[in-house]
């Protein structure tokens, strides 16, 4: 892993813009454009990519440490001219406060299994006898683990009506009639409410036999005049 990579993986991981990452670094004392953010975050094969230094990927962890735990009053640290693996790992640590064992839990999440022993090898220094290097997958694995666990989702922009991209719910609702309320409003007389009345066909008989009668209306005979 190159430097580069580790600052593009924290960008995305917490969904850092821009200005944030400009103010990370301004709170070390360090100014930085928006422009050379811009360059340190791209592609490595692209013509615009410049390469971030130690010092500088420093002065960004340090920020980080103060985004994530509060700056402290009085004079910032001072950033390393050169890091290591086991120097990002610790900073890394500080910033998200995590005690040993949330980072072997943490590593445990990503398929990596990584002791308390070796663990505490990374701290120790460099001419301790109990001091082990951190290797590039060791520091992929927690980034990737610091990914799922704490990132930061990128909200969605909500356009007002008013510039004209989306719509109010009232404006896609369907206009819906009170047929009784409409009719009154019509004639100027309540509507019928007799369900034969109301739903009868155009051409439907005006007479009405009840079913139920024993005896069956008779019905009118003309007589033909001779």
């Known amino acids: 892993m190159n430097n580069n990579d580790i600052l593009r993986r924290l960008r995305y991981t917490f969904n ?32 615009d990519f410049v390469a971030i230094f130690d010092t500088k990927l420093a002065v960004f962890l340090n920020g980080f440490i103060n985004e994530k735990r509060g700056k402290k009053p009085g004079a910032q640290a001072i950033p390393e001219k050169r890091l290591s693996n086991n120097i990002i790992l610790t900073k890394l640590k500080i910033a998200l406060n995590l005690q040993a064992e949330q980072i072997i839990s943490l590593l445990e999440e ?44 990128r909200t969605s922009k909500i356009t007002s009506p008013a510039q004209g991209s989306a719509k109010s719910p009232a404006s896609n609702a369907k206009t819906t009639y009170d047929k009784k309320s409409y009719a009154k409003k019509k004639t100027g007389k309540p509507a019928p409410t007799s369900p034969w009345v109301e739903g009868a066909r155009p051409n439907a008989s005006s007479v009405y036999i009840n079913p139920k009668s024993s005896t069956t209306p008779k019905r009118k005979q003309l007589k033909l005049s001779k």
């Open 16 to 47: 850092f813009n821009d200005k944030q990452m400009v103010a990370i670094f301004a709170s070390t004392g360090e100014e930085v454009s928006r422009e050379q953010i811009s360059q340190w975050l791209k592609k490595d094969d692209d013509s």
């Open 110 to 153: 990503v398929g990596f299994n990584l002791g308390k022993a070796e663990l505490s090898a990374f701290s120790r220094k460099v001419d301790h006898k109990h001091y082990r290097e951190c290797k590039d997958q060791v520091l992929r694995n927690l980034l990737q683990a610091i990914d799922k666990k704490y990132h930061v989702e």
